[in-house]
């Protein structure tokens, strides 16, 4: 059974910095594209990031030059790292990777990220 699990969310002062993971189990190798998404309270889950296999990357407007993704295919993780961090950014955040095999969309549990002064 293939599963993405997120960690590094937390509180966080507004300027500061997190760095979100998603570590891969199960047949989701190889893969397409992964994706970072977000919902804050009241509001529709929203693209953030986008990392190809190939290693382009995109970015929403609202975070580009802030936020980083990348990936470590050794570790099977996938990252967010997440700077200048602003009230704003508060929302849960789910990882997403398109597999290689079939075009699967496989989601995390959403892991919570809250800026507060």
């Known amino acids: 059974q293939a599963q993405l699990v997120e960690s590094g969310g937390g509180l966080v002062q507004p300027g500061g910095s997190l760095t979100l993971s998603c570590a891969a189990s199960?047949?989701?190798?190889?893969?397409?594209?992964m994706n970072w998404y977000r919902q804050a309270p009241g509001k529709e889950r929203e693209w953030v990031a986008a990392?190809?296999?190939?290693?382009?990357?995109l970015y929403t407007d609202d975070v580009e030059g802030r936020f980083t993704i990348s990936s470590d295919n050794a570790k099977k993780e996938w990252y967010l790292q997440m700077n200048s961090l602003r009230l704003e950014d508060t929302a849960k955040y789910y990882c997403?990777?398109?597999?290689?095999?079939?075009?699967?969309?496989?989601w995390g549990q959403g892991i919570q990220v809250t800026v507060s002064s």
């Open positions: 997403n990777v398109v597999s290689a095999l079939g075009g699967v969309h496989y």
């Open positions: 199960g047949n989701i190798f190889p893969w397409n594209g």
């Open positions: 990392i190809m296999s190939g290693g382009r990357t």
